[in-house]
């Protein structure tokens, strides 16, 4: 499956003859879009897709994510009708109202996430020779968080714990990116430099993914276990994201340790879903 993501402003997505065709502003034909073996379509910015394209790729079982012009969050999700099976979504509205399983839920959500962390501090400092005391405090940092993690008993308690892993993983992950590229804190709107861009980039493509899998699965992306309700945020689509977020941090620092050495071959890097 593919990913298309179109950020030229001006450009046209039209239904042609049953064909997606891009265009250029002038309307010069800018070539097509394989709509069978399209996954999702990321648009950025001011893109002009008409109706008949989007119900197209919708039939097609494509989604689209509509992506703010400078910050790159999300501002729309696209996806076909829900799945048929409402029976689904009343077990995970029951779940949601049962407490003891809500707080069991998000605890192995939020330990699957510490673990990833913690296996991406090993990794660094295995490699790293100059700043390790970042990296050392995140490792304790991970650790004791796992530690507390089994006698947390709300919600509240696995959210703080969560939260304050977060300050010290960030500060080891930016020692793995040029001092340059990074203010060494994390920023999220707007983001304050080109690693906190991509950071962001790819967490709101990560969660398009959630959401797209919740839609899938015949979930309600909007009620979430970990996260709470919020008006606007799909809280599922949040949890769900947090198995991912590891992927987009390798990328980044993957990305920019390539960029940071000299061009001795072709680079390449796929991201599944």
């Known amino acids: 499956m593919q990913t298309a993501y179109l950020d030229h402003p001006g450009m046209r997505v039209a239904l042609e003859n049953g064909t997606i065709v891009l265009r250029a502003p002038d309307g010069l034909r800018l070539g097509t879009l394989p709509s069978k073996n399209l996954e999702r379509l990321i648009l950025q910015g001011d893109i002009l897709c008409s109706t008949g394209a989007i119900r197209h790729l919708l039939e097609q079982g494509s989604s689209i994510l509509c992506l703010s012009p400078r910050r790159s969050h999300a501002v729309a999700h696209l996806q076909g009708g829900l799945h048929a099976n409402a029976q689904i979504r009343l077990q995970q509205y029951r ?27 090993e990794e660094w400092l295995r490699r790293e ?71 962001s980039l ?18 309600d992306p909007y009620i979430g276990f970990l996260h709470e309700i919020a008006v606007g945020r799909e809280s599922l689509g949040c949890d769900l994201t947090e198995f991912l977020r590891q992927l987009v941090d390798t990328f980044v620092v993957l990305w920019w340790t390539h960029r940071s050495r000299p061009k001795t071959g072709q680079f390449k890097l796929v991201l599944a879903s």
């Open 95 to 121: 779940g949601y109202h049962d407490t003891v399983f809500r707080v069991r839920l998000a605890k192995r959500i939020v330990f699957a996430k510490l673990q990833a962390q913690q296996r991406h501090i």
């Open 129 to 199: 020779r100059i700043r390790r005391r970042a990296l050392v405090q995140a490792q304790e940092a991970c650790t004791q968080s796992l530690d507390s993690l089994a006698s947390a008993a709300s919600i509240d308690a696995v959210m703080g714990i969560e939260g304050r892993t977060a300050h010290a993983y960030f500060q080891a992950l930016f020692t793995q990116v040029p001092p340059a590229v990074s203010s060494e804190v994390r920023s999220r709107r707007p983001p304050r430099d080109p690693i906190n861009v991509l950071l």
């Open 202 to 219: 790819g967490y709101t493509l990560a969660h398009h993914e959630a959401v797209t899998a919740a839609y899938a699965l015949g979930l």
